[in-house]
Each structure stands twice: as structure tokens, then as C-alpha cells.
């Protein structure tokens, strides 16, 4: 039987609140559906909630870092992407949806995405924002980036990809692997990627997912980087895609 959607999650030390997170993914999910988990050397309890589901749609595999970005600025966004690249690897599905490991996703995500897929090949949606006891702080947190299609050059300007809110086709996927060796935003790489091979964007403004704000997020909300830094980050995203064939 074919799989219809992979959703991929990158693991790390998410004992606090993956069992809720694998609960608000799961009951969206058929026989045919999968969660391809790369868990990266986590030391708490995040494998033995992972594995209390007994779910034969969850598939956990195992990875070990090859790197050490520990000296670099944003350490912990180069970790998460080559963990992230892990589960990836892994995925069947024609559909690939990718999810954080704290988040909750809401009720009819899937099927609002994939109805939503029929006729694009990459969406992003918005999100609501709760605290780390799982409050509602902020219902609607995204401005609509785009009306209309996405141009290459407004996707450098914008990165209009948040990894825990993208969904695209297969077709996507294969585009943009392998990832470059030396990348630290999975969600953009894949996104501007798509993007540049003529793949149609859309952005979907409906709170689909309800992401935990706490202390240990590798995601960010701080708008307040360099302008410099933007800047340089956006360049080398953008020599990274056009380099590849």
C-alpha cells in the first residue's frame, strides 16, 4: 500500500511535550500515513514516550551527528537541519508534512493542507502561539507574506517558510536532497529550493498549529537580527540554491 503522507520530526530531549504533540498528529492520520522520527541522541524520557504508543505508523530512527557546530553562531539551527535531513531520508510518503516536537497541531491541519495541496505544491500556514503550560498567548501570529504567486526573488526577500508549518509535495522533496553539507535552515533551503525549480507557493492565513513558546525553542522569534546578518544568511541561501543542478 502506498503512503500518503510522511510527516517528519527531528527529536531531541522532547520528553516535556511529545506525547501530546504524537497525539494531536496521530489521530489525523490513516493506515496509509506515517511519522518518521530522527531523534538525536536524546538522553531524557523522549524514546521511551515515543515508543509507549505502540503506533506501527511511528518509525524512530536513530542519528548521530557528523559535525560539530558548536563553535558556530546558530549551533543549535545547523543540528536541527541535519537532523531534520535525517528524517527526511526516510520519508515514503507523497505527501511530506514537517512538525517540531513541542508544538499541537489542530484538529483538521492535515486535511486542510492536503485539500490545499490538490492544486499548489508548497503551502505554509499560520500558527497560534501558546506559553509552555500550554495558554493561549497569541492567536494569530503570522502577517500574510504574499498575495497572489510567490517570485524567486521575493522567497530570498521574504523566506516565507516555517518549517513547523510547510507541507509539500514529494516532488519537492526530491528537488532539494541531498541537503547542502553546510545549511542551517532546513525550512528555507527547501522552500527557496522549490521556488527556484518552478514549484507554485501558497500561504494559507489560518492557525493550523499551536506552537509552545519556552525557553529551550531552536525556532525564533526574534526579529531583531543584524541587518548584516540577513543579509549574509539570505546570500548564502541564495548561492546554495543556484549552485545546485
Not at 1 to 18: E, K
Not at 114 to 129: A, G
Request: proline share 3%; with cysteine.
Amino acid at each position: 500500500m502506498a503512503t500518503r503522507v510522511s510527516v517528519c520530526m527531528a527529536t531531541h530531549n522532547g520528553g516535556g511535550h511529545i506525547k501530546e504533540q504524537i497525539e494531536s498528529i496521530l489521530s489525523q492520520l490513516t493506515d496509509e500515513d506515517e511519522i518518521i522520527i530522527s531523534d538525536d541522541g536524546s538522553t531524557d524520557n523522549t524514546l521511551d514516550i515515543i515508543d509507549s504508543f505502540g503506533d506501527h505508523r511511528i518509525k524512530v530512527h536513530h542519528y548521530r551527528q557528523e559535525q560539530d557546530f558548536s563553535h558556530r553562531k546558530q549551533a543549535s539551527f545547523y543540528y536541527a537541519t541535519a537532523n531534520f535531513f535525517n528524517s527526511l531520508t526516510h520519508a515514503n510518503g507523497r505527501y511530506i508534512f514537517l512538525s517540531d516536537q513541542d508544538d499541537r497541531w489542530m484538529k483538521d491541519k492535515v486535511s486542510i493542507c492536503l485539500k490545499e495541496l490538490k492544486n499548489t505544491d508548497i503551502i505554509n500556514h499560520n500558527f497560534s502561539v501558546m506559553d509552555s503550560h500550554g495558554d493561549i498567548i497569541e492567536h494569530k501570529h503570522l502577517k500574510c507574506p504574499v498575495k497572489g504567486g510567490l517570485s524567486f526573488l521575493n522567497a530570498i526577500r521574504l523566506l516565507p517558510f516555517r518549517g513547523c508549518c510547510l507541507a509539500f509535495k514529494r516532488e519537492v522533496l526530491e528537488s532539494a536532497m541531498p541537503f547542502p553539507r553546510d545549511i542551517f535552515l532546513h525550512d528555507c533551503w527547501i522552500g527557496l529550493r522549490g521556488v527556484y525549480k518552478g514549484f507554485t507557493f501558497r500561504f494559507i492565513d489560518i492557525p493550523l498549529i499551536t506552537y509552545r513558546r519556552h525557553e529551550s525553542n531552536v525556532s525564533s522569534f526574534n526579529p531583531h537580527n543584524p541587518l548584516w546578518y540577513k543579509a549574509a544568511y539570505r546570500l548564502k541561501l541564495l548561492f546554495q540554491v543556484i549552485s545546485r543542478r
